[in-house]
């Protein structure tokens, strides 16, 4: 694994991460949606109305479903969009997590993801929509979500990922240092953030080890599939019955 978890800076723990993490996208929230639209094209509504599209046959009006590290609600409304069920959004950011009221209806949570206020076997599906990569420990964040999810339930993470690509790889990179950066710095007012956006996406586990990942926490059936010549991955992984 290239990292077990976030670290924005050398040297910060797990908890001082997590600090500076939470602060940051407080910091961007009032414009954070702006940007999502302006620094994907408007392509992050496609990557997320795909994941509700393909999760949704697994559904019914009794699943429970979480949507975690939900952040202004955009995966959650599009899971609500694809088919009825019984919806949650948690965030740890509450910034981030009250511009969720005025896409969705659903009971909105502030927590923490490696330690969830809910029960045992308590949940159908779990999806994580460009928030895994900042958790400060991916293997402890696996536990807690392996915990919470019901026999047979799923989970599906949807993340910007290491293309397959050398030219496609190389495009990030020049989109990332000179488009990203000083659009994101510019528009929003916070360097440091826009420099930690690019940078946790080229620290993260690339799919095929993000995928070992998920079968090392307990995990046996895991897929996972690129969109768009893989700059983003949809992983789904089922908890053994």
Not at 110 to 126: F, N, Q, T, V, W
Not at 205 to 227: K, N
Request: hydrophobic letters at 45%; one cysteine or more; charged letters at 20%.
């Amino acid at each position: 694994m290239p990292a077990d978890g976030t670290r924005p800076q050398p040297g910060l723990t797990e908890a001082q991460s997590s600090a500076w993490v939470r602060d940051m996208f407080a910091r961007v929230a009032p414009r954070y949606d702006l940007l999502n639209r302006l620094l994907t094209l408007q392509i992050d509504r496609l990557w997320r109305w795909r994941t509700a599209r393909r999760l949704a046959p697994g559904l019914s009006p009794q699943s429970r479903v979480l949507d975690l590290c939900c952040g202004t609600g955009d995966l959650l409304a599009a899971l609500e969009h694809a088919t009825p069920a019984r919806y949650l959004g948690a965030d740890f950011c509450l910034p981030m997590l009250v511009r969720t009221r005025a896409k969705s209806p659903a009971p909105l949570i502030e927590a923490d993801g490696l330690k969830l206020p809910l029960r045992d076997a308590s949940l159908h599906l779990i999806t994580i929509g460009f928030g895994f990569r900042n958790f400060v420990n991916y293997r402890a964040a696996l536990t807690e979500l392996f915990r919470v999810l019901a026999p047979g339930g799923r989970l599906a993470i949807l993340e910007f990922t290491r293309p397959p690509y050398a030219l496609v790889r190389a495009w990030m990179a020049f989109w990332n240092r000179f488009v990203l950066h000083p659009l994101g710095h510019l528009l929003s007012g916070q360097q440091d953030a826009y420099q930690y956006l690019p940078d946790s996406v080229a620290r993260f586990p690339d799919a095929p080890s993000l995928a070992q990942l998920m079968r090392d926490s307990g995990f046996p059936h895991v897929e996972f599939s690129y969109f768009d010549l893989g700059i983003v991955a949809l992983h789904i992984a089922t908890k053994p019955l």
